[in-house]
């Protein structure tokens, strides 16, 4: 029995597991990450996380899966920039590890590694053609066709979140105006509701809280919010004809407060063929640190 490592790295922090091949974590670890680091301190810290792993491995460790937001550049494993870690430029990940590991290490955006996640793990097992949403800060996607991810040019496809649903709407964290995340989406509901009220928000359980008591504007911003997304899924299911689409991440979690909505909406606006067999799913909890792990298992096949 082989072992794999998945390495999640985000704005808040770097999480990581040890997992076999079935998806079954052996252990963990969580290195907080901050504006303020630099690639030195970065590498390092990713160094010694995945060395801890290592040495309380029973078994041999066969790879090295790794996701981070994008933009990347997967062919060359360099993490290109991040807007939440400012101070990290053009990053040689993947050289770096197999230099100081000798063992096989994989790299790819995070929302991709949230598809194969749910593809091994999750509620897209063996789906023939599956999208998954990755509804947190930001929105993104991935997509798996017939077993294989379809991740584009040096990794940076399917950035659904940056497709427009309201032109000259909302200003996105993107910089352009009325993108997907700019109305579903933890940032997009804190910027609207900011916009709306003059007030902050705490949370994007606040908003669903505010809105199950009839708050007037926090039941606009969902609305609208819910809208927006589903004619996204409906450019998707037109688009790529998927069997399953998956809803993973924070928001998700939230499923109970929007889901039933959005699936109706859907199938309002789709063509009525696709109503007899896409399926809309809120994700199984397939952490962002075992769907990078799942990068090993895809580059096998």
């Known amino acids: 029995m082989s072992s794999i490592i998945g390495v999640d790295i985000g704005a808040q922090s770097i999480k990581a597991c040890l997992t076999n091949e079935s998806g079954k974590i052996i252990s963990q670890s969580d290195c907080k990450t901050g504006p303020e680091m630099d690639s030195k301190l970065f590498l390092s810290s990713l160094e010694e996380q995945i060395s801890e792993l290592i040495s309380g491995a029973k078994d041999p460790v066969n790879g090295i899966g790794l996701g981070s937001p994008g933009p990347i550049d997967k062919e060359n494993g360099i993490l290109i920039s991040s807007a939440n870690l400012p101070l990290l430029k053009n990053v040689p990940l993947v050289d770096f590890l197999k230099k100081k590991f000798g063992i096989p290490v994989y790299y790819d955006n995070d929302a991709n590694c949230a598809a194969l996640g749910e593809y091994w793990f999750g509620e897209g097992k063996t789906s023939s053609n599956l999208i998954v949403l ?106 790529l004809n998927p069997e399953h689409i998956v809803l993973s991440g924070g928001i998700a979690k939230s499923y109970s407060f929007f889901g039933k909505r959005l699936e109706n909406r859907v199938r309002e606006i789709i063509f009525p063929i696709f109503k007899e067999y896409v399926k809309i799913l809120p994700g199984k909890s397939v952490t962002g640190a075992l769907g990078a792990a799942s990068l090993c298992l895809d580059n096998k096949t």
């Open 134 to 239: 990755t509804l947190g800060t930001g929105l993104g996607g991935g997509w798996v066709f017939q077993g294989k991810l379809f991740d584009g040019y040096l990794g940076n496809s399917m950035e659904v979140g940056h497709t427009t649903i309201h032109p000259g709407g909302a200003l996105c964290g993107c910089g352009q105006r009325g993108c997907t995340e700019a109305y579903f989406s933890a940032s997009g509901f804190s910027s609207r509701f900011l916009e709306k009220t003059g007030s902050k928000l705490s949370d994007v359980e606040t908003l669903f809280d505010l809105a199950s008591k009839h708050h007037k504007e926090a039941n606009e911003i969902l609305e609208e919010g819910i809208e927006s997304l589903a004619q996204l899924i409906r450019n998707l299911i037109h688009l």
